[in-house]
């Protein structure tokens, strides 16, 4: 074997340690980088979960929280705050789901306008975060819907 190849054969034999060494660094970089976007998701659908139930309830409350007896004197449209209020609970209570469950509610109605917000406040359970030193282990999410009563001809 000739000088030059043997000195060839050392030099690819260094070069295939390294890529060996970088193997695993590489792919513990892939497993982080799945673990953030299978958090990020959670986070997200928690958050879409969050607001298709502020969506219903506020809807709901519009419909159910009409003020009968203002409506039969007067003909007019508005809102009973203390029945959109109760529709806009049972809508959520109806969800029956962990994120929805543990949501902080607050309802703000505007009788005359006859607009109902919701506004949900809660968190959603990360899978892999909480295996991080420092890392948290939840994430908050809120969402806001608001609904008009909208009269037509």
């Not at 958050?47 to 007067?74: I, K, P, Q, S, W």
């Not at 806009?88 to 109605?109: G, P």
């Amino acid at each position: 074997m000739s000088e030059l190849s043997r000195e060839r054969s050392k030099a690819h034999g260094t070069e295939r340690a390294s890529v060996l060494a970088l193997v695993p660094a590489g792919l513990l970089v892939l497993v982080l980088l799945a673990a953030i976007a299978v958090d990020s998701s959670i986070g997200y659908l928690g958050r879409r979960e969050l607001a298709a139930a502020a969506d219903a309830a506020a809807n709901d409350a519009v419909t159910y929280g009409l003020d009968e007896a203002r409506f039969r004197e007067t003909g007019e449209f508005a809102l009973d705050p203390a029945r959109a209020e109760e529709a806009v609970r049972r809508a959520l209570t109806a969800r029956q789901s962990e994120v929805v469950d543990r949501a902080v509610l607050e309802v703000q109605t505007d009788a005359d306008a006859g607009s109902v917000t919701v506004t949900l406040r809660s968190s959603v359970e990360l899978v892999f975060s909480p295996a991080v030193p420092g890392a948290p282990e939840t994430m908050s999410v809120v969402a806001q819907a608001t609904a008009d009563v909208l009269v037509g001809d």
